[in-house]
């Protein structure tokens, strides 16, 4: 694997691991607990970011399977890029696309959960290390909003999007721990 793109991986790796490290006291009832009817639980929160990894994984491996000819990013696609990361570290509220949004269950099994994103991380490494360095800066990953990102810029977009997410995970964790304390 590219010594870049092994970095960017591992440091994605280690935000997965604290994401899921801060949810390991939860239990499953506690983390599928919804505060609001109109949010998502932490179950759903964490769920929605694996969902997320699912289809960019899902996406990238068939345009590299169907998509030989794929062109390398330009200037237009790094502008795009770098206007996602902005965004996402704004704290604002952005509508999931419905692909993601529809397909979040009501309740999440916490430890299939961890299994599964296990798994995808492991095929996102074994993808990763086949490819060569001229094929990291193709379009490979359709955005639903800024279009067409490689392989590192899809890496970033993950790491900004699970760091978009943390101060939601923080705040449902924090109502957990009330709601914990009260009782």
């Known amino acids: 694997m590219n010594s870049k793109v092994k970095e960017k991986f591992q440091s994605l790796e280690y935000q997965k691991e604290y994401l899921l490290?801060?949810?390991?006291?939860?239990?499953?009832?506690?983390?599928?607990?919804?505060?609001?009817?109109?949010?998502?639980?932490?179950?759903?929160?964490?769920?929605?970011?694996?969902?997320?990894?699912?289809?960019?994984?899902?996406?990238?491996?068939?345009?590299?399977?169907?998509?030989?000819?794929?062109?390398?990013?330009?200037?237009?696609?790094?502008?795009?890029?770098?206007?996602l990361k902005l965004f996402l570290r704004l704290p604002l509220k952005f509508k999931a696309p419905k692909t993601v949004s529809e397909s979040i269950p009501d309740q999440i099994n916490l430890n299939e959960l961890r299994s599964d994103w296990s798994n995808l991380r492991e095929s996102f490494r074994l993808?990763?290390?086949?490819?060569t360095d001229q094929q990291l800066d193709l379009k490979l990953f359709k955005h639903p909003s800024v279009g067409y990102l490689n392989l590192i810029q899809t890496i970033?977009?993950?790491?900004?999007?699970?760091?978009?997410?943390?101060?939601?995970?923080?705040?449902?964790?924090?109502?957990?721990?009330?709601?914990?304390?009260?009782?």
């Open 21 to 83: 490290t801060l949810s390991g006291d939860v239990t499953e009832a506690e983390a599928n607990k919804k505060f609001n009817a109109d949010q998502w639980s932490l179950a759903q929160t964490l769920y929605h970011i694996y969902l997320v990894e699912q289809k960019t994984f899902d996406d990238i491996s068939k345009r590299i399977k169907y998509n030989q000819d794929a062109e390398p990013v330009g200037l237009k696609e790094k502008f795009r890029h770098s206007l």
């Open 127 to 131: 993808l990763l290390s086949i490819q």
């Open 156 to 183: 970033e977009f993950i790491k900004a999007h699970h760091k978009h997410h943390l101060p939601q995970i923080k705040r449902l964790l924090s109502n957990i721990k009330t709601q914990t304390t009260v009782v």
